[in-house]
């Protein structure tokens, strides 16, 4: 649904699985939080962070590229950063595609300023 460009349906399936209380995976919660970057709703992207953590469901890479993204297409730069600096301080190795989403966020809020020195901080961390 959400590659379809459904990505109202996709969150409504997600929605669904979460009230019946279906056991979702990573995979599952993922195709919700970039299904809400795709309708530029942030708020439940980060809601669906939220969840996936209190349903003790691995975060990884993929679920914070998809977060901070639907953070940037929302112009949310802060929330944005705020996770990347989450992620780097977990056990989760960001990589090319969170970097690009959080760079990427600080541009469409203007802040080129916070994106080099979020760039320099990658790479003193020795990121590939």
């Known amino acids: 649904c959400e590659?379809?460009?459904?990505?109202?349906?996709?969150?409504?399936?997600?929605?669904?699985?979460?009230?019946?209380?279906?056991?979702?995976?990573?995979?599952?919660?993922?195709?919700?939080?970039?299904s809400c970057e795709k309708g530029g709703t942030w708020e439940q992207a980060l809601h669906c962070v939220g969840v996936m953590w209190q349903s003790k469901v691995e975060l990884d890479t993929i679920t914070f590229s998809a977060a901070i993204s639907a953070c940037g297409t929302g112009c949310e730069w802060q929330r944005a950063l705020q996770l990347a600096f989450v992620l780097a301080q977990s056990d989760i190795e960001p990589d090319?595609?969170?970097?690009?989403?959080?760079?990427?966020?600080?541009?469409k809020g203007g802040k080129w300023l916070h994106?080099?020195?979020?760039?320099?901080m990658m790479a003193q961390s020795q990121m590939e």
């Open 3 to 34: 590659k379809g460009g459904k990505w109202e349906k996709a969150l409504q399936l997600f929605g669904w699985g979460v009230r019946n209380k279906l056991e979702l995976d990573a995979i599952s919660f993922n195709a919700a939080i970039s």
């Open 96 to 107: 090319t595609s969170t970097c690009n989403a959080a760079i990427s966020a600080c541009e």
């Open 115 to 120: 994106a080099t020195t979020f760039l320099s």
